[in-house]
């Protein structure tokens, strides 16, 4: 299957700082890619929607401003945590989509844990 | 929003059938069934999906109602290794490529 890669895998970093966490889809082209969030114990909740060449759809209760996204090229998505909180902590999994209407697959990347202190 | 009912968690005994059940009764006409499964701290990994055909690759056979309200995800042999929270997803017909995952099930494989 296409191979989604995520980087980094996991990062502690202080309150008050942003982290970048990447996207990269390997061996295809994602003109679409998704941003999830997953608490311990809980499902993958959607973040966002993230087009390549135009702005990140996102969804209810997501904060566009604490949680940038840029999707600069067919191959690459990044969100981006600002101005990171302890209640920011999370696993954040990015994906990517391989087909039209509803013909295609997600694939996922491995994950990104995010720890802030 | 997720649009699937699955048992919160089951178990089975390594080598026999596992068989997952998704209630999607709301489904629409045009809609897919898709499942994924989590293995602890990893990313979902695709195992298959369908419209309304029954439909069988080497992970899994999907077998989905004739009244498509629901389904059912059948690992033939199920090991250790399968041990992972499987989601049923029916992928939204009107929002585009969007995939919702609701609470799944937690299958536990048994030696």
């Known amino acids: 299957g296409a191979v989604v890669s995520q980087h980094p895998s996991w990062v502690i970093c202080k309150s008050g700082t942003s982290v970048k966490i990447e996207c990269r889809s390997l061996d295809f082209q994602a003109t679409t890619m998704f941003w999830y969030r997953q608490f311990p114990k809980q499902s993958l909740m959607l973040m966002a929607t993230s087009n390549e060449g135009s702005k990140a759809t996102y969804e209810q209760g997501v904060e566009k401003d604490k949680f940038l996204i840029n999707h600069a090229s067919l191959t690459l998505s990044t969100l981006t945590v600002t101005s990171a909180h302890p209640e920011d902590s999370s696993f954040y999994i990015c994906?990517?989509?391989?087909?039209?209407?509803?013909?295609?697959?997600?694939?996922f990347g491995e994950g990104s844990r995010l720890t802030v202190l | 929003d997720a649009k699937t009912t699955q048992p919160t968690s089951m178990d089975c005994a390594e080598g026999r059938a596992a068989n997952l059940p998704c209630n999607h009764s709301?489904?629409?006409?045009?809609?897919?069934v898709y499942w994924y499964r989590q293995i602890h701290s990893q990313g979902p990994q695709y195992i298959i999906h369908?419209?309304?055909n029954n439909e069988t690759n080497e992970m899994a056979s999907l077998i989905i109602t004739e009244d498509r309200k629901s389904s059912t995800l059948i690992l033939p042999h199920a090991t250790l290794r399968d041990t992972a929270v499987y989601y049923c997803i029916v992928r939204p017909r009107l929002t585009g490529n969007q995939f919702y995952f609701g609470t799944g099930t937690s299958l536990t494989v048994i030696p």
């Open positions: 369908g419209l309304k």
């Open positions: 994906s990517a989509y391989t087909g039209q209407g509803g013909t295609g697959e997600l694939f």
């Open positions: 709301t489904i629409s006409g045009n809609e897919y």
